[in-house]
């Protein structure tokens, strides 16, 4: 079993100030007690909430983007000599009850990935293109990691120089699981409920362009 003492739960959060209390919230609840927040320069009263909770708070400036707030959180972590490392948004579409299920498996396995099902609570843009970007993955690189998109995930901090990235925007996930394949790490999947309490908000069409050709930039960079 692993001691939750070497568990690091980072969160990324800009402008998340109807959500991240009661995320915050649960993950204190199933009793981890390293938690970091990322504030990626939110402008709402995220950074206030934050401030109610037992956790580390780091912030920056001005909005980097997601992949640099993981990298931050990361980089935090593993100086704290984090064992695990957990990624989890700030916008309640995952559930920290799960991270035990995750945990469960990664004793086993380098890195355990989140997939949703791409059914009718997934608006139907967001549906159509994470397919197309799986679909994409898989034939470039001949594994298959369902729902490459999703944020929540959790790996051995000894693996880090292995899946470590440099996007700084929403192609960190497609990055993350790229360099999974490139490394032949092990790694397992959990279902998660498919959840979206703001249908609008995630990778729109343009994000969702830019993540497939990053795909084609990935495969053939060293």
Known sequence: MVDVNDV????????????????????????FKNIVVVDDGSSDNTVKIVEKHNVVLLKHIINLGKGCALKTGTLFSLKENAKIIV??????????????????????????????????????????GNFFIDFVFRILFGKTIRDTQNGFKVFKANVYDKIKWNSCN?????????????????????????????????????????????????????
């Open 170 to 222: 929403y192609s960190v996930e497609t990055e993350i699981a790229v360099n999974t394949a490139k490394n032949n790490l092990k790694y397992s999947q959990v279902k998660i409920d498919t959840v979206y309490l703001d249908r609008y908000k995630g990778t729109g069409v343009f994000d969702g362009i830019k993540i497939v050709k990053d795909i084609f930039w990935f495969k053939i960079k060293r």
């Open 8 to 31: 690091y739960v980072v969160v990324p959060a800009y402008n998340e100030e109807k959500n991240i209390g009661k995320v915050l919230s649960l993950i204190e609840s199933e009793g």
């Open 87 to 128: 990624f989890i948004d700030s916008d309640l579409q995952h559930n920290p009850k799960d991270i035990k299920r995750f945990l469960e498996k990664i004793d086993d396995y380098d890195i355990v990935f989140a997939y949703r099902e791409f059914n009718k609570n997934m608006p139907f843009i967001f549906r159509a």
